[in-house]
């Protein structure tokens, strides 16, 4: 089992905070298919702009079970130390610190994977918030700014001397973004170097893989990210390969539809309908990616996205599908 602090996870398997993506309700489906952890959607580190409708739901719900992480993002130490203490205070049992984003918005204001460039101020922002607060704080980040400059090592390092008590890797470079494949070595030299647990990310779309990776670089744990779109039940297959050796059946399809009609409820519950019709079209997208490839069905899922009765034409295009399957 994977511990983070005090707290000791349910198995090794996490979901990767996702902005976009990671919302309540995906949160708590993949914990339901055993994701040990589902930290939330990264929220600025400028509290003052929690207040929208937006950051409001990206803050971890207090009917979430424990433990419940969230995930902050910013350049300012002390920034960064108000905005984990009042994450805290509004139901937070773990602060993950972002530094592995590579996307332009965020990294044009110092923040996100952008801070690789400047160690000492990596150390100023996780000793700041490390003091702010008494719970554990986590560290997600990058192999390094570029191919040139992997310096995961060090900050991992560094993050352990002042007090983080677990880091997740994704193992590419911010200039690499998403593109070509994750490389593992760094994050093996990461493990053996330091000794709070380490994660592992990146490229994990199989059990095949986890279990490679796992072997590979005897990391603690495995986070799962752009995998489980549209497949949440992914922790459960893995969690089955590594558990007995075996590759578990893909659930059928009757069984992913119920999760997808299911998915977009509790979408339209949460957000309400004007804005779950919006939210659930992309969750849509990916679960018809997942299932099938034929073009017809497919207009049929994606006409259901802009309906007022979107659940009722979700069910009546799954059930055309699960008619093919037999």
Not at 163 to 191: L, S
Not at 197 to 216: C, M, R, S
Not at 294 to 319: H, M, W
């Amino acid at each position: 089992m994977l511990s983070i602090g005090s707290y000791t996870l349910d198995s090794n398997l996490l979901l990767a905070p996702m902005a976009g993506v990671t919302d309540y309700p995906f949160r708590r489906l993949c914990r339901q298919y055993g994701a040990a952890l589902a930290t939330s959607e990264m929220l600025s580190a400028d509290v003052s702009l929690w207040g929208t409708k937006k950051s409001r739901t990206r803050i971890p719900q207090q009917q979430e079970a424990a433990p419940r992480s969230v995930q902050i993002a910013g350049s300012e130490p002390r920034q960064m130390a108000e905005a984990a203490y009042a994450s805290v205070q509004q139901g937070a049992h773990i602060v993950d610190i972002n530094m592995g984003c590579p996307a332009k918005k965020v990294c044009n204001k110092a923040a996100g994977s952008a801070l690789l460039r400047d160690e000492v101020l990596v150390r100023d922002i996780l000793q700041a918030v490390v003091a702010a607060v008494n719970v554990p704080v986590t560290l997600k980040f990058r192999t390094g700014w570029a191919v040139s400059n992997r310096n995961a090592v060090t900050v991992a390092q560094i993050a352990e001397d002042v007090g983080i008590q677990a880091i997740a890797i994704h193992g590419r470079t911010r200039a690499d973004a998403y593109r070509g494949y994750a490389e593992y070595e760094t994050i093996r030299q990461v493990k053996v170097n330091v000794g709070i647990p380490v994660i592992a990310n990146g490229d994990i779309q199989t059990p095949l893989d986890a279990a490679f990776i796992l072997d590979y670089t005897h990391t603690d744990g495995l986070m799962l990210g752009r995998a489980a779109w549209g497949q949440p039940w992914i922790f459960w297959q893995v969690g089955e390969f590594l558990r007995t050796g075996e590759l578990p059946a893909v659930p059928d399809v009757y069984m992913r539809s119920q999760v997808v009609l299911a998915h977009i409820r509790a979408i339209h519950d949460f957000y309400g309908e004007e804005t779950g019709v919006r939210v659930a079209r992309k969750h849509i997208g990916w679960y018809l990616d997942r299932m099938t490839s034929d073009s017809e069905y497919k207009r049929r899922i994606f006409s259901a996205t802009c309906s007022n009765n979107q659940l009722a034409a979700v069910n009546d295009a799954l059930g055309m599908i699960a008619l093919t399957q037999y």
